[in-house]
Nanobody, 124 residues
Framework: QVQLVEFGGGLAQAGGSLRLSCVSS????????MGWFRQAPGKEREFVAS????????HYADSVRGRFTISRDNAKYTVYLQMTSLKPEDTAVYYC?????????????????WGQGTQVTVSS
């Protein structure tokens, strides 16, 4: 069983920055691909970014490409999402997820474990 805990959410102004962290309890963290997803009120959960086990391959949703950066530190069992140039439409609950097999994916059904989520609110 893998537990994921997100940190770093909060309130930011438009144009500002936040960094989310997700710590894994699993000692096989280095074998997981990881993803970040978000869900705004009344909307479906959507893909934000993914990263493969080594960090060499990353993918982003069009809406965040160039503004958000996903990275990981396998020694710390942690994946990060650096968010810059924040917009009010980035307001959502952000979830990290672990995928046991294969590389990162935009499909949430391919992820095996999920964190509890952290709220990000961007004011205009």
């Amino acid at each position: 069983q893998v537990q994921l805990v997100e940190f770093g959410g909060g309130l930011a102004q438009a144009g500002g920055s936040l960094r989310l962290s997700c710590v894994s309890s699993g000692r096989t963290f280095t074998s997981y691909a990881m993803g970040w997803f978000r869900q705004a009120p009344g909307k479906e959960r959507e893909f934000v970014a993914s990263i493969n086990w080594s960090g060499a391959s990353t993918h982003y949703a069009d809406s965040v490409r160039g503004r958000f950066t996903i990275s990981r530190d396998n020694a710390k069992y942690t994946v990060y999402l650096q968010m810059t140039s924040l917009k009010p439409e980035d307001t959502a609950v952000y979830y990290c997820a672990a995928k046991m097999r294969g590389g990162g994916s935009w499909r949430n059904v391919e992820y095996d474990y999920w964190g509890q989520g952290t709220q990000v609110t961007v004011s205009s």
